[in-house]
């Protein structure tokens, strides 16, 4: 099992910069991938970004280019450092731990945390 908890999450205006944090309550190097999803109301949740244990990482199209994945395993957080917001951004931003061990599997979901881009 593993316990995530988001922060970050805030009003930030059109263009502007956030990061957002992800604590989970093991290593992550023995987490197989760890992703950040988002939900805007009335929208299905959707990856935005995943980072696997090997530190390959993978973006979807409308964050390409503006938003970065990055795990920091001596503080067992991954970061999701979102630049050059739009308000299309605005949504509910979920850490997600995919576990894989040989006995079983897993998916675990933090709290969430609200991202408004705003003027």
């Known amino acids: 099992q593993v316990q995530l908890v988001e922060s970050g999450g805030g009003l930030v205006q059109p263009g502007g910069s956030l990061r957002l944090s992800c604590a989970a309550s093991?290593?992550?190097?023995?987490?197989?991938?760890m992703s950040w999803y988002r939900q805007a109301p009335g929208k299905q949740r959707e990856v935005v970004s995943s980072i696997l244990f090997t530190g390959d990482t993978s973006y979807a199209d409308s964050v390409k280019g503006r938003f970065s994945i990055s795990g920091d395993n001596a503080k067992n957080t991954v970061y999701l450092q979102m630049n050059r917001l739009k308000p299309e951004d605005t949504a509910v931003y979920y850490c997600?731990?995919?576990?894989?061990?040989?006995?079983?599997?897993?998916?675990?979901w933090g709290q969430g945390t609200q991202v408004t881009v705003s003027s």
């Open positions: 093991r290593s992550i190097s023995t987490i197989y991938a």
């Open positions: 997600n731990a995919d576990v894989r061990t040989s006995i079983g599997s897993g998916q675990y």
